[in-house]
């Protein structure tokens, strides 16, 4: 039983940054987040895995970082440039088994575990 718990949104201006955070309640090899606009689905958004190797969606390489703690198994999204397309629930991801590859697709299909997610508003 694994739980995990997002907190760092809220509502910013376009240009601002937020920094969201998910703690996990057991170590984790890979890690990630999701986030879901209303009426669109769901997408990826970054993972990383603990050997440091990430992947970003396209969308917001450049102006998002992730990193990750092992030591509390928690992990951080660092969100600059926001704009109001980042407007959208986000969804904290951790799988424990290792495995070499840590993709957002694998968090979907490897059975990770999901937090209850955390707002992200982004006004013009």
């Known amino acids: 039983q694994v739980q995990l718990g997002e907190s760092g949104g809220g509502s910013v201006q376009a240009g601002g940054s937020l920094r969201l955070t998910c703690a996990v309640s057991s170590y984790s090899y890979c890690m990630g987040w999701f986030r879901q606009a209303p009426g669109k689905e769901r997408e990826g958004v970054a993972s990383?895995?603990?050997?440091?190797?990430?992947n970003y969606a396209d969308s917001v390489k450049g102006r998002f970082t992730i990193s990750k703690d092992n030591t509390k198994n928690t992990q951080y999204l660092q969100m600059n440039s926001l704009k109001p397309e980042d407007t959208a629930m986000y969804y904290c991801?951790?799988?424990?088994?290792?495995?070499?590859?840590?993709?957002?697709?694998?968090?979907?299909?490897?059975?990770?575990?999901w937090g209850q997610g955390t707002q992200v508003t982004v006004s013009s």
């Open positions: 990383i895995h603990t050997s440091g190797m990430t």
């Open positions: 991801a951790a799988r424990l088994g290792y495995k070499l590859s840590c993709s957002l697709s694998d968090l979907l299909s490897d059975s990770a575990y």
